[in-house]
């Protein structure tokens, strides 16, 4: 069945950039997203590609896409303590029957420091 | 805020008890999916209903159940609790047509603690 690998965590430096990497063993995989969950806190949609773009940007937000090694990274720009969190790289597949769960990764945790 | 809502926030029962869940989607989503995080196992997906019609199944265990009301808003029931069912239990709505391509909003989902 379909998988989603991520490095369980990254600490960086309040400034830097933070680069949060994915894979996925699924080649069909059509949709590939992001998720962010805070303490405490349900999953907020950052942002999400199609499998026919290599990058798409948005705002301090760059996310990658190499379909050839099914690698998928997310850059958070100028990194801030607000944006400590869980990130989940996530995938959906069509299929005839029109359902596409999303299958997650276990998530990385990112920590800022000031 | 997503625009989907779930009651309750917190749930504390025993083992062997039952409990419902509710979910209502984002206005004008047809598609109500259900998610299981626990430390464990991660985010899994469990159930998934498109305009009252179970949809597809996941990882979902025979004491649960669920279904998707004709205001489109769903409830997760699950039945004779285990201290493994512990979890958050998470609901996504999608604008879906038939097939669901599109993008799932969570709601901040329902802490289950089971003693």
């Known amino acids: 069945g379909e998988d989603v690998e991520q490095s369980l965590f990254l600490s960086v430096r309040e400034g830097d950039s933070s680069v949060i990497n994915c894979t996925y063993t699924d080649s069909s995989s059509t949709y590939l997203y992001w998720y962010k969950q805070e303490p405490g806190a349900g999953l907020q949609l950052l942002t999400y590609?199609?499998?026919?773009?290599d990058m798409k940007q948005d705002q301090r937000l760059t996310v990658l896409l190499n379909k050839k090694d099914k690698h998928l990274s997310l850059r958070i720009a100028d990194t801030q303590t607000g944006d400590s969190a869980i990130y989940f790289c996530a995938e959906s597949t069509p299929r005839d029957s029109g359902n596409t769960p999303l299958v997650f990764g276990k998530g990385t945790r990112l920590s800022v420091i000031a | 805020d997503s625009g989907v809502t779930q009651t309750p926030k917190h749930l504390i029962t025993a083992t062997g008890q039952r409990v419902t869940l509710r979910c209502s989607p984002r206005s004008g989503d047809l598609s109500v999916y259900w998610y299981q995080q626990s430390l464990d196992q991660g985010l899994q997906f469990l159930i998934h209903y498109y305009n009252g019609e179970e949809r597809a199944k996941g990882n979902i265990l025979e004491r649960f159940s669920a279904q998707q009301f004709p205001d489109l808003h769903s409830e997760l029931n699950l039945s004779s609790l285990e201290l493994g069912d512990s979890a958050l239990y998470f609901c996504?709505?999608?604008?879906?047509?038939?097939?669901?391509?599109?993008?799932?909003?969570f709601g901040p989902g329902t802490r289950l603690t089971v003693t």
């Open positions: 996504a709505s999608s604008e879906s047509r038939f097939r669901s391509y599109g993008e799932q909003y």
């Open positions: 590609i199609f499998s026919n773009m």
